[in-house]
């Protein structure tokens, strides 16, 4: 990589306009773009995996682009033949999407910085990726059973994430200084999610009286674990699993369980889609309508109508 081209031994962007220059008068070449886009990553709190996962599909793009010409000189038929070439690998469709949201995110980048004419992956359709609420329910009888069944922690743990949402990391990090009464007396939690995005959540008084034996000082964790052994998201889903067995709930059920249950059932109850989309602490409204679709997708179909038939 790294190649620009030299216009009267000056430095010129790939359509010819004078190449911009970062602070300290570097001159932006490919190489320099691409470490600061990478370096964007951490700076936007990007999770260790999506950032592996973006330096992979920058790899993936440039073996299958070659090195004949530089990478930043991609067309938008480069992005469509390169989408098309993804869909015929047997890449999964998850993969594929996030192979262009990262090379999207790339000349995003670039053409922000002047370094690019256009972004050759505008316009490369996404492959529709499958809802994952669906195959992760909770129904509302069997969470009552497993609430039922646990222990006093677990209860705890149930209640905290069934009505929250919270991602289990928001949950194990919280601690009782995030907790506030707001002036008509409901209790709040403060969070800080993915992005380092900061929201507040309502603790219903059961959740709050759930959490209270385990309490040990004004700031220490909601959920603690063993003296010197704070509690992961291993030992927070290995007790779901027990406490499912325990409650006859024949499902694999894990901490995300209980978000995919709490953003299905408050939309399945009417709630506003925008209002579960700050709940959950979601960058994108597409993200939340996800759950919409698992909790509407079935109400009245087809089915039902044929249905009147067998009465």
């Known amino acids: 990589m790294g190649a620009v081209a030299t216009v009267g031994g000056a430095l010129v962007t790939l359509d010819g306009r004078p190449m911009v220059t970062a602070a300290g008068g570097e001159a932006l070449t490919e190489d320099a773009i691409l470490r600061m886009w990478l370096q964007s990553l951490y700076g936007r709190s990007r999770s260790d995996k999506t950032q592996e996962a973006y330096r992979a599909a920058l790899r993936r793009f440039g073996a299958w682009y070659g090195t004949e010409r530089p990478l930043l000189a991609a067309t938008p038929t480069d992005g469509l033949r390169y ?47 499958a809802t994952e609420g669906a195959p992760r329910m909770l129904t509302r009888e069997e ?103 325990a409650a006859g709930v024949d499902k694999a059920v894990s901490a995300h369980w209980l978000r995919h249950f709490m953003a299905t059932q408050a939309l399945a109850g009417g709630m506003d889609l925008l209002r579960v989309q700050a709940d959950l602490g979601h960058s994108a409204l597409a993200t939340t309508q996800r759950y919409l679709h698992a909790a509407k997708g079935l109400e009245r179909t087809s089915a039902d109508i044929i249905g009147g038939l067998l009465d």
């Open 83 to 129: 989408a098309q070439h993804l869909m015929e690998s047997g890449l999964a469709p998850a993969s594929q999407a996030q192979a262009l949201s990262a090379m999207r995110s790339l000349f995003t980048f670039a053409l922000k910085l002047g370094a690019v004419p256009t972004n050759p992956f505008a316009v490369a359709p996404t492959p529709k990726v």
């Open 143 to 245: 969470y009552r059973a497993m609430v039922a069944a646990a222990p006093a922690k677990g209860r705890a743990l149930l209640l905290l994430l069934g009505t929250t949402g919270l991602r289990i990391s928001e949950a194990l990090g919280a601690t009782w200084a995030h907790v506030y009464t707001d002036p008509s007396g409901n209790v709040g939690l403060r969070v800080v999610g993915k992005g380092g995005k900061a929201r507040e959540v309502k603790l219903l008084p059961a959740v709050v009286e759930a959490l209270r034996p385990f309490k040990t000082a004004p700031d220490a964790p909601l959920l603690p674990g063993r003296p010197g052994m704070p509690w992961s998201k291993e030992n927070a889903d290995a007790m779901l699993r027990r406490i499912a067995k």
